[in-house]
């Protein structure tokens, strides 16, 4: 609103918020099985995808509304607001089992040491891991490409960028409703490697 935005405030700001979901996003996931009973995982993290796919499509769509009728500033005072609610939700999460650690207590990177060395023994885990790595390097940058896409080729501004976020919240709306639908990990694994291959084959 104070018009004081630069690139190097902006790089700052990104790459703050970066560190920050680095914790939190990991953090909300592992919420996620003490939430609902064993059986129902596999539902309760489709419903979680569902919830996110969701929110990149009905943000995107908000933001390029508000930047054309009311200027970029009221699209981050929403965005702002928007995390109170989340805050408000977080409040009210009741567990369904509880966990608790036995024996000492390790720090953060201990942890993360032991996590990386079952992860690379485990036969099942560790290709799957490269794999999800390999695709957010290669495929996940197309969605940040959007922005370039919709200004300096297309040429559509907000309304544009907010159409193109619509089709990719659309595309994970469908695909998580239908994993929530399924509700049982028998196939996972062929579901995951097919469509990261058609990932691939789609940005291309």
């Known amino acids: 609103f104070a018009d004081l935005m630069t ?3 902006l790089l700052a700001a990104v790459l703050l918020f970066g560190v920050v979901a680095a914790f939190s996003m990991p953090a909300g996931q ?3 099985p003490n939430l609902v009973p064993k059986k129902d ?3 309760a993290i489709a419903v979680g995808t569902f919830a996110f796919s969701s929110s990149t499509f009905i943000g995107p769509a908000i933001a ?3 930047i054309v009728k009311a200027g970029i500033g009221w699209a981050f005072v929403f965005n702002a607001f928007s995390f109170l609610v989340q805050y408000a939700a977080i409040r009210l999460i009741r567990n369904f089992r509880h ?3 036995s024996g000492n207590k390790k720090s953060i990177l201990d942890d993360m040491f032991d996590g990386l060395r079952y992860t690379a023994k485990h036969g ?3 290709p799957l891991l490269i794999l999800s790595v390999t695709l957010s390097f290669l495929a996940r940058p197309l969605q ?3 922005p370039g896409f919709a200004d300096v080729i297309f040429k559509t501004g907000p ?3 907010a159409t193109l976020f619509a089709a990719f919240g659309i595309g994970g709306l469908a695909g998580a409703l239908w994993i929530a639908n399924r509700n049982r990990t028998e196939g996972i694994t062929a579901i995951f490697l097919y469509g990261s291959i058609l990932a691939a084959a789609l940005t291309i």
């Open 64 to 66: 390029g509304l508000l």
């Open 30 to 32: 592992t919420v996620v």
């Open 7 to 9: 690139i190097h405030l």
């Open 99 to 101: 966990e608790h650690r």
């Open 41 to 43: 995982l596999s539902a």
């Open 124 to 126: 099942g885990i560790m």
């Open 159 to 161: 309304e544009g960028l």
């Open 144 to 146: 940040d490409l959007l």
